[in-house]
C-alpha cells in the first residue's frame, strides 16, 4: 500500500521567500510582541508602539533579504520608523520582498491591559501585496465553507453592495446555521450603528470590539474560532494583512476605500478638502480618483503566490494568548504562521534569558 507524502509535498511546493523567511518571521513578530508586553497596562499606546517598532525594525534588518514596505506605520512625514517606502534588509543575497507590518496592532489595548492587542506581519514577492494609502476600508471577510459554497453556487455571492440581510443568509447556507446562530465580529463605532442596526434585524448576533479587526477577520477561516464574518470599516493596513492570512487558509475578503471623512459622515467640504489633500498620496500609488470605489477582493489585497505571515499575542485574543514575563527577560508567547504552501503552525515559545534560573513547565 503506497505511504501518503501529503506533507512532503506541502513543504515541497513552498516558495523561496517561505523556504527562507517564514523560520524568522515569528521570530519577528515574537520580538516586536515581548517588547511590547513589558509596557503592557502602562497606558503610555505612543511608547508602546515605538518599543515594539524599534525591535521589529531591528530583526527585519538583520535578515539577507532586500524588503521594501508597502503597509506600515503611515508616510515618511508621519512615521519615523517602518513608514511606507522604508527599505529593509541587509541587502545580501537575492530575496526580495514586499512587506507588510503592525508591529502593536491594538496599541489602545495593549496600553489599557485589554484583550487583542498583537504584533502581526506579512511579507510576499514584489507586487505581491497591495500598496494603498493609509485610510480606511469598508470590508466583509468570511471562511472557506462561504468561498466553497460561492463556487458550488455561483448565483448567490458575498456582496460589498448588498443588503446585509442578502449576506448573511448565503453565510448561514454555507455553514448550514440558522443566521440566529451567526456571529458577526464589528468595531463598536458610531459609524456602524445603522450596519449593527441592520445585522440584528436580519437575526444574527453582534459581536462589538472597541479596536483590532485583523484576527477576528482571519478567526473566520478558522473553524470553532466562534467568529463567521467580520463587517464594517476599518484600518486598510488591516485589511491586507488580513487577506494574506486569509488567503492561505482558503477564505476571502471583499474590501473598498473609504476617505475617513466619508465614513464618519462629514460635510460635502470636509468631504472634498480631505479628498484634494489625497490625491497626490494616491496617485504615486498608483490610484486614480475614479478608482476608490472599486472592489478589491483576496486576489487584488494579496495576490502574491509566496505569500507568508506571522502574528504574535501580547495581551488575551480571539485565537492568540497573551505574553506571559518572567521577569529577567524570560517570556512565554504565543504565535500563529503560515506560507502559501499551506502549512500552518500554532507556536508556544519560552526564550530563557537565564537557563540556571528559569524552570520550564509543561
Request: charge should be neutral.
Given at each position: 500500500m503506497p505511504h501518503p507524502k501529503t506533507a512532503e509535498k506541502m513543504m515541497n511546493s513552498a516558495g523561496p521567500i517561505e523556504r527562507a523567511l517564514l523560520p524568522r518571521l515569528v521570530h519577528i513578530t515574537e520580538a516586536a510582541a515581548i517588547a511590547a508586553a513589558y509596557q503592557m497596562g502602562r497606558g503610555d499606546k505612543m511608547f508602546a508602539d515605538h518599543v515594539a517598532v524599534e525591535a521589529m525594525r531591528r530583526m527585519l534588518n538583520s535578515l539577507d533579504m532586500k524588503g521594501v514596505i508597502k503597509i506600515g506605520e503611515g508616510e515618511r512625514d508621519e512615521a519615523p520608523m517602518l513608514y511606507i517606502g522604508e527599505e529593509l534588509g541587509t541587502g545580501k543575497g537575492d530575496i526580495l520582498v514586499d512587506i507588510a507590518v503592525d508591529p502593536l496592532e491594538g496599541t489602545n489595548l495593549a496600553s489599557d491591559g485589554?484583550?487583542?492587542?498583537?504584533?502581526?506581519?506579512?511579507?510576499?514577492?514584489?507586487?505581491?501585496?497591495?500598496?494603498?494609502?493609509?485610510?480606511?476600508?469598508?470590508?466583509?471577510?468570511?471562511?472557506?465553507?462561504?468561498?466553497?459554497?460561492?463556487?458550488?453556487?455561483?448565483?448567490?455571492?458575498?456582496?460589498?453592495?448588498?443588503?446585509?440581510?442578502?449576506?448573511?443568509?448565503?453565510?448561514?447556507?454555507?455553514?448550514?446555521?440558522?443566521?440566529?446562530?451567526?456571529?458577526?465580529?464589528?468595531?463598536?463605532?458610531?459609524?456602524?450603528?445603522?450596519?449593527?442596526?441592520?445585522?440584528?434585524?436580519?437575526?444574527?448576533?453582534?459581536?462589538?470590539?472597541?479596536?483590532?479587526?485583523?484576527?477576528?477577520?482571519?478567526?473566520?477561516?478558522?473553524?470553532?474560532?466562534?467568529?463567521?464574518?467580520?463587517?464594517?470599516?476599518?484600518?486598510?493596513?488591516?485589511?491586507?494583512?488580513?487577506?494574506?492570512?486569509?488567503?492561505?487558509?482558503?477564505g476571502n475578503i471583499l474590501a473598498r476605500l473609504v476617505l475617513p471623512t466619508v465614513a464618519n459622515g462629514e460635510s460635502k467640504e470636509i468631504i472634498a478638502r480631505e479628498m484634494k489633500e489625497m490625491i497626490p498620496r494616491l496617485r504615486t500609488m498608483g490610484i486614480k480618483e475614479n478608482n476608490m470605489n472599486d472592489v478589491l477582493d483576496i486576489n487584488k489585497l494579496a495576490p502574491g503566490k509566496d505569500v507568508i505571515f506571522s502574528a504574535t499575542g501580547i495581551t488575551p485574543g480571539q485565537l492568540l494568548r497573551e505574553a506571559n514575563l518572567f521577569g529577567g527577560g524570560d517570556a512565554r508567547i504565543h504565535s500563529i504562521s503560515m506560507g502559501s504552501s499551506g502549512v500552518v503552525q500554532l507556536t508556544d515559545t519560552i526564550y530563557i534569558c537565564d537557563k540556571e534560573k528559569t524552570p520550564i513547565y509543561l
Open positions: 485589554v484583550p487583542g492587542a498583537i504584533s502581526v506581519m506579512a511579507m510576499s514577492e514584489p507586487g505581491g501585496l497591495f500598496n494603498g494609502p493609509d485610510i480606511y476600508m469598508d470590508k466583509i471577510v468570511v471562511g472557506p465553507d462561504v468561498v466553497r459554497y460561492e463556487k458550488n453556487n455561483p448565483s448567490e455571492k458575498i456582496d460589498l453592495d448588498a443588503p446585509v440581510a442578502n449576506n448573511l443568509q448565503i453565510v448561514s447556507k454555507a455553514l448550514r446555521r440558522s443566521i440566529d446562530e451567526i456571529i458577526v465580529v464589528i468595531l463598536d463605532r458610531t459609524r456602524h450603528q445603522q450596519k449593527i442596526k441592520e445585522i440584528r434585524e436580519a437575526g444574527a448576533r453582534v459581536k462589538l470590539i472597541t479596536d483590532g479587526d485583523l484576527m477576528p477577520g482571519i478567526a473566520t477561516s478558522i473553524r470553532g474560532s466562534g467568529v463567521h464574518v467580520v463587517m464594517g470599516t476599518g484600518g486598510s493596513g488591516e485589511a491586507v494583512l488580513t487577506a494574506a492570512a486569509v488567503k492561505i487558509l482558503g
